[in-house]
């Protein structure tokens, strides 16, 4: 095997399934050629992370995890050209460039997504982190943030302006560009329309923001947690309904008789998605985008999709993260997209107390700064 250059690390990384995380001191390899190493400045701790880490997909272990990181630009390999040492990058997902939804600028509908990010490879099947003569494995998403240091390679990553903190600016690359993309992009609605979002995470509140600056009148948050609803309304919502007080179809349809044009559905739960089918409007469009485990089966009512209602999966935001991750940069400069307001910042070896806040529900947004 050839010994390729590396540089020391530090890392947060899982050993075993559901396990704590542990920093640890590793060697990352130096950029191959279409490759870029970034400083960390911020990483955002993202529901998948978790996921992950528990094996709901198969991610090989030990691995370090981290998805949603930003940075400066440390190196680049010899043919790169999009960003030069220096630059300050989002790192986001990988697709590979070249399959058909790819080719129709769908790259979250990728056929290689799986591979490009959960892999926890290089396309070529090499890895990048060691420990000694430990492989540990790395290139989750492309980037396996959670570290001082990310492998990234041009691709997956999106130049942002020196004008704003940097390391807020991780987020946009997972969890806050799937919120807003899924309204700003996939349901795109028009001024005056009505959404319902159903969920206030991160993801949701995201939404929240979106469908404001998109122009809807009737904004409805729908979440148990009294703090979020309060938040959620303070970052546009027009109402807020508590699940546990009441149905909450029927609390959507006091506010519009009618049903709403647009629900999103954000908490991967099977009732609620049944929720946000039935609290649309005829046409009306629920976007999925809450992440369930592999076989999770949902009733819908044949009849309320029969009449001109639909129901689509929405990844990423249906976002190109090169196209749509400066907007939302330029949207939080000009004060209508203060996403800023989702995020706790906590150091990466406090890793273990943020996942613990993001598991209680404590803190929407945790972002490590190494
Ligand atoms: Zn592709
Ligand atoms: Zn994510």
């Given at each position: 095997?050839?010994?390729?250059?590396?540089?020391?690390?530090?890392?947060?990384?899982?050993?075993?399934?559901?396990?704590?995380?542990?920093?640890?001191?590793?060697?990352?390899?130096?950029?191959?050629?279409?490759?870029?190493?970034?400083?960390?400045?911020?990483?955002?701790?993202?529901h998948?992370?978790?996921?992950?880490?528990?094996q709901?997909?198969?991610?090989?272990?030990?691995?370090v995890?981290?998805?949603?990181?930003?940075?400066?630009?440390?190196?680049?390999?010899?043919?790169?050209?999009?960003?030069?040492?220096?630059?300050?990058?989002?790192?986001?997902?990988?697709?590979?460039?070249?399959?058909?939804?790819?080719?129709?600028?769908?790259?979250?509908?990728?056929?290689?997504?799986?591979?490009?990010?959960?892999?926890?490879?290089?396309?070529?099947?090499?890895?990048?982190?060691?420990?000694?003569?430990?492989?540990?494995?790395?290139?989750?998403?492309?980037?396996?943030?959670?570290?001082?240091?990310?492998?990234?390679?041009?691709?997956?990553?999106?130049?942002?302006?020196d004008?704003?903190?940097?390391?807020?600016?991780?987020?946009?690359?997972?969890?806050?560009?799937?919120?807003?993309?899924?309204?700003?992009?996939?349901?795109?609605?028009?001024?005056?329309?009505?959404?319902?979002?159903?969920?206030?995470?991160?993801?949701?509140?995201?939404?929240?923001?979106?469908?404001?600056v998109?122009?809807?009148?009737?904004?409805?948050?729908?979440?148990?947690?009294?703090?979020?609803?309060?938040?959620?309304?303070?970052?546009?919502?027009?109402?807020?309904?508590?699940?546990?007080?009441?149905?909450?179809?029927?609390?959507?349809?006091?506010?519009?008789?009618?049903?709403?044009?647009?629900?999103?559905?954000?908490?991967?739960?099977?009732?609620v998605?049944?929720?946000?089918?039935?609290?649309?409007?005829?046409?009306?469009?629920?976007?999925?985008?809450?992440?369930?485990?592999?076989?999770?089966?949902?009733?819908?009512?044949?009849?309320?999709?029969?009449?001109?209602?639909?129901?689509?999966?929405?990844?990423?935001g249906?976002?190109?993260?090169?196209?749509?991750?400066?907007?939302?940069?330029?949207?939080?400069?000009?004060g209508?997209?203060?996403?800023?307001?989702?995020?706790?910042?906590?150091?990466?070896?406090?890793?273990?107390?943020?996942?613990?806040?993001?598991?209680?529900?404590?803190?929407?947004?945790?972002?490590?700064?190494?």
């Open positions: 095997m050839p010994s390729e250059a590396s540089i020391g690390v530090k890392a947060a990384v899982i050993r075993e399934k559901s396990g704590e995380f542990h920093i640890e001191d590793l060697c990352l390899e130096t950029p191959r050629r279409d490759e870029v190493l970034v400083r960390i400045a911020g990483v955002g701790v993202c998948t992370d978790l996921v992950c880490r528990d709901y997909f198969p991610v090989p272990l030990p691995c995890f981290g998805h949603e990181g930003s940075g400066i630009v440390e190196s680049v390999g010899e043919s790169v050209t999009k960003v030069k040492p220096g630059d300050r990058v989002v790192l986001s997902y990988l697709s590979c460039g070249e399959c058909e939804p790819c080719l129709e600028h769908s790259p979250g509908y990728c056929h290689e997504l799986y591979g490009c990010n959960f892999a926890a490879t290089r396309r070529d099947a090499s890895t990048t982190l060691r420990k000694g003569s430990e492989v540990i494995h790395g290139n989750f998403f492309n980037q396996s943030s959670f570290a001082t240091h990310a492998l990234a390679t041009e691709k997956n990553t999106v130049k942002v302006p004008d704003v903190p940097l390391d807020l600016l991780g987020p946009l690359g997972c969890g806050v560009q799937t919120g807003a993309g899924a309204v700003m992009n996939s349901l795109n609605p028009r001024p005056g329309m009505s959404i319902a979002i159903f969920g206030c995470g991160s993801v949701g509140l995201a939404a929240v923001m979106a469908a404001k998109a122009g809807c009148s009737q904004i409805i948050a729908v979440d148990p947690n009294a703090s979020r609803l309060e938040l959620a309304r303070e970052l546009g919502a027009t109402h807020a309904i508590d699940p546990t007080q009441g149905d909450p179809i029927e609390g959507i349809h006091q506010i519009r008789p009618t049903g709403v044009h647009y629900t999103l559905e954000c908490t991967g739960i099977p009732e998605l049944r929720q946000a089918v039935d609290s649309l409007t005829l046409t009306g469009v629920c976007g999925l985008i809450g992440v369930s485990p592999v076989g999770t089966e949902c009733a819908i009512d044949m009849n309320s999709i029969m009449f001109g209602r639909s129901l689509r999966g929405i990844i990423e249906d976002s190109v993260p090169d196209v749509f991750i400066p907007r939302l940069v330029e949207l939080y400069k000009q209508r997209f203060p996403f800023d307001k989702l995020i706790t910042f906590y150091k990466l070896e406090d890793i273990n107390k943020a996942v613990e806040h993001t598991e209680q529900g404590k803190v929407i947004k945790a972002v490590l700064r190494p």
